[in-house]
């Protein structure tokens, strides 16, 4: 009862920062809170066990349903807004190639329409990113979804692990692990990752330049959200969402400082710096291993290096790889389930990129990332605190990529990242149109 009085408290006291969104954004929002916790046949006990490549292959239909409905209700919502669909192709050629190309690659999957199927969820994430991004303010619509996100999972992830074990614990080799609503560990660490980004990014660097004191969060969301975020960062022990974390972190603490602010190109600049120091101290003094060990993690990450090892051993087409996400299925699956139990990725974004797309496939990625840095970049002179919140998002997902793939369908992540690389129109003092691919209302 104390769980669903602090929920409702939440939103209560957050209503009015809401004024101005429309209902459409509650699509993304059921869309991203069963991504990112568990599905609706998984709350509900109806899901099917992963124990054979079947079961993984037809998935749950309910799951299905829900999902297709959620994708067809944004489609709708896009269509009534009458996006100029020709100049939102031409800002954002690099996502559209890398959807297109998925979508061909479907041809050569063992499995063509299992693969189609998750295309068309992948897809779905493009829809949801577009509901948010075409608000009337698509930042504040962000910050809406992500707030309402961490009002519910975040207090229920607490109550589970402390008062209902068999739902927010898990054990891994006997080892027990925290997990809340999510099912493991990563997942309930990605949580706290999204939800971490968002408030720091309010608490650093939007609070303090909010012209309007009405649209500033009450005092009492902090007091409630921070500690949990705290408390579930230390229970999950996720070790990559804690450097992402700490990552994002030390970039608004940047964003802040007067030197960055007025020149904001200082900033590549600095981060230009960082990252060619970082490779330079890794090949000299192996930091990695230092900060994995600092960590409680084993520096050579003997549980994933043989993976990668081993999958990569298996890639018969390096160009175009098996089809979109169709590596883990048939005889490779089968295999690799015996050598190492039920994984069903390579806890590296890049390599299940490379392993169901090809070489193909990971440029075209890589071509989004780099062409979205940019965008994000040049927007800093314009639109410096939302400029700030896409390139965090970006630096976030590309560094998350590195021990987890979440450049999957379903997954919040990816979403995240699609709404740091999109296009989006400026957005100068808190007043905008609707959106720059949006026609103008019926005589104006």
């Known amino acids: 009862m104390l769980c669903i009085a602090i929920i409702l408290y939440l939103f209560y006291i957050d209503r009015k920062t809401g004024d101005g969104s429309s209902w459409a954004l509650w699509i993304p929002i059921f869309w991203m809170l069963f991504a990112g916790s568990r599905y609706v046949s998984q709350w509900l006990e109806l899901g099917i066990p992963i124990e054979s490549e079947a079961a993984y292959l037809d998935g749950s239909p309910l799951d299905r349903n829900v999902f297709l409905f959620l994708i067809i209700a944004g489609i709708y919502t896009l269509v009534r807004r009458r996006i100029d669909w020709n100049g939102f192709f031409s800002r954002n050629k690099w996502i559209w190639?890398?959807?297109?190309?998925?979508?061909?690659?479907?041809?050569?999957s063992d499995y063509p329409f299992v693969s189609f199927?998750?295309?068309?969820?992948?897809?779905?994430?493009v829809v949801m990113a577009l509901v948010i991004l075409t608000e009337a303010r698509p930042y504040e619509a962000l910050g809406i979804v992500?707030?309402?996100?961490?009002?519910?999972?975040?207090?229920?992830?607490?109550?589970?692990?402390?008062?209902?074990?068999?739902?927010?614990?898990?054990?891994?080799?006997?080892?027990?692990?925290?997990?809340g609503v999510a099912f493991q560990k990563n997942g309930l660490g990605q949580i706290c990752l999204i939800a971490g980004i968002y408030f720091a990014?309010?608490?650093?660097?939007?609070?303090?330049?909010?012209?309007?004191p009405g649209r500033r969060l009450h005092y009492s969301i902090y007091f409630l959200i921070l500690p949990m975020i705290l408390w579930l960062f230390r229970m999950a022990n996720s070790a990559t969402s804690l450097v992402c974390m700490f990552l994002v972190f030390c970039l608004f603490l940047a964003?802040?400082?007067?030197?960055?602010?007025?020149?904001?190109?200082?900033?590549?600049?600095?981060?230009?710096?960082?990252?060619?120091?970082?490779?330079?101290?890794?090949?000299?003094f192996d930091i990695s291993g230092s900060i994995l060990s600092l960590l409680g993690r084993d520096p050579s990450l003997t549980t994933r290096v043989p993976i990668w090892s081993e999958i990569l051993g298996m890639v018969t087409n390096p160009l175009l790889g098996t089809g979109y996400e169709s590596f883990w299925s048939g005889e490779r699956?089968?295999?690799?389930?015996?050598?190492?139990?039920?994984?069903?990725?390579?806890?590296?974004?890049?390599?299940?990129?490379?392993?169901?797309?090809?070489?193909?496939?990971?440029?075209?990625?890589?071509?989004?990332i780099v062409s979205g840095f940019i965008k994000a970049f040049k927007v800093l002179k314009h639109d410096y605190l939302h400029a700030m919140l896409r390139i965090g998002l970006i630096t976030a997902v590309v560094a998350y990529n590195f021990t987890e793939a979440s450049f999957k369908p379903l997954n919040n992540m990816f979403i995240l990242l699609l709404i740091g690389l999109i296009d989006t129109p400026l957005v100068i003092d808190g007043n905008a149109p609707a959106s720059r691919w949006a026609s103008p209302p019926h005589g104006q």
């Open 201 to 212: 990014w309010d608490l650093l660097l939007n609070r303090r330049e909010c012209p309007e």
């Open 333 to 368: 699956m089968s295999y690799i389930w015996d050598m190492y139990g039920d994984i069903i990725q390579s806890h590296n974004g890049y390599i299940d990129i490379y392993i169901n797309i090809g070489l193909v496939g990971l440029g075209l990625l890589i071509g989004c």
């Open 97 to 108: 190639l890398f959807l297109l190309f998925g979508l061909i690659s479907v041809v050569w």
């Open 146 to 179: 992500l707030r309402r996100l961490a009002y519910v999972l975040l207090p229920l992830s607490v109550l589970f692990i402390k008062f209902y074990p068999d739902l927010g614990r898990a054990y891994h080799m006997g080892i027990p692990m925290f997990t």
């Open 255 to 284: 964003g802040r400082q007067p030197m960055i602010r007025q020149k904001p190109s200082r900033l590549l600049s600095i981060g230009t710096i960082v990252f060619v120091s970082s490779i330079l101290l890794e090949y000299m």
């Open 117 to 125: 199927k998750r295309w068309v969820k992948a897809l779905g994430n």
